[in-house]
């Protein structure tokens, strides 16, 4: 069943799998080098309301990028001090691409279950 959504994918760029590696949570890794391929299998999605424009989105979405941005730095180090300084609109551009997505198919016949902890 269609509905009435817009389904947002956040994708790595290359400067987020550089600072991965770079962190200590790499070194438990024991020295494994993730990848760009690697770090994109499995990706974020966030849901939007319905817009008529990628336009639109992207002024939903403009407020939201530091607190994404720092979504994500958390998921791989919870440590602060190992964050990038700049986790501004302009730098998450530079670390991730978002995917738009208009047409968005719920293929369950069950209500979504909503994680209470979550920022957004």
Aim: with cysteine.
């Amino acid at each position: 069943m269609y509905i009435n959504r817009t389904a947002v994918v956040i994708k790595a760029k290359q400067p987020l799998v550089n600072w991965i590696n770079s962190t200590p949570m790499a070194g438990g890794e024991k020295g494994h080098v993730f990848s760009l391929a690697e770090i994109n299998e499995d990706c974020e999605v966030l849901l939007l309301p319905e817009f008529e424009t990628i336009e639109e989105v992207m002024e939903q979405l403009r407020p939201l990028k530091t607190e994404i941005f720092e979504d994500a730095l958390d998921e791989w180090q919870t440590d602060e001090k190992y964050w990038p300084q700049n986790r501004s609109e302009e730098m998450f551009d530079v670390w991730f691409t978002l995917e738009i997505h208009s047409m968005v198919d719920d293929t369950v016949d069950e209500p979504i279950e909503r994680d209470t902890e979550s920022p957004y």
